[in-house]
């Protein structure tokens, strides 16, 4: 399974995983959005999470965590999840990330920056494929990398 987390209050992020899930699970890929609405199961979450070996950190509105989102990213490399986070530039020097995060960072003033930004992270998964070991999560994310791809596509092709 894989998860996708995003700051609270990360509107943008929160509307990109919903309708990332949507597109997977067209695809039978398990996808699990950790919930940040008022009344959420914390024991819920963390059992979806500890399914996990695989998590997308997705930053948009914000530039930093907020305590449930770090504490839900700890677990996930306490458990020894590998994840991905896409944040802002402006992120850079607010967005404390341990080391086991693969970490990449858009301008959000560049008009495309954020899909080119997703882009590199597939080519970089493609050309690493045999060399890293995701089991059976790395026909996911990179399912997840180009569906955000297609989403992000869409966004643009909505604002014009």
């Known amino acids: 399974m894989i998860s996708i ?15 990332l899930q949507a597109l997977a699970q067209a695809q039978s890929e398990q996808i699990f959005i950790v919930p940040k609405h008022f009344g959420r199961n914390d024991e819920n979450v963390f059992k979806n999470l500890s399914a996990s070996k695989t998590a997308l950190l997705l930053l948009h509105d914000k530039v930093a965590l907020d305590g449930a989102t770090k504490k839900e990213v700890e677990f996930l490399i306490n458990k ?9 530039i402006e992120a850079k020097s607010s967005l404390i990330l341990p ?4 970490s990449h960072y858009y301008d959000r003033h560049k008009s495309g920056d954020f899909l080119n930004t997703v882009q590199s992270i597939v080519t970089d998964l ?13 026909g996911g994310i990179l399912l997840v990398m180009a569906l955000i791809i297609l989403v992000i596509a869409a966004f643009s092709n909505d604002k014009k």
Do not use: C, H, M, W
Not at 5 to 10: I, R
Not at 80 to 85: E, K, L, P, T
Not at 126 to 138: A, C, E, H, Y
């Open 80 to 88: 020894g999840a590998v994840i991905y986070s896409i944040a802002p």
């Open 99 to 102: 080391q086991k995060v693969s």
């Open 5 to 19: 987390l995003y700051p609270e209050g990360d509107f943008t992020s929160a509307d990109i995983a919903i309708k």
């Open 126 to 138: 493609q050309r690493r494929k045999d060399t890293i070991s995701l089991d059976n999560d790395f």
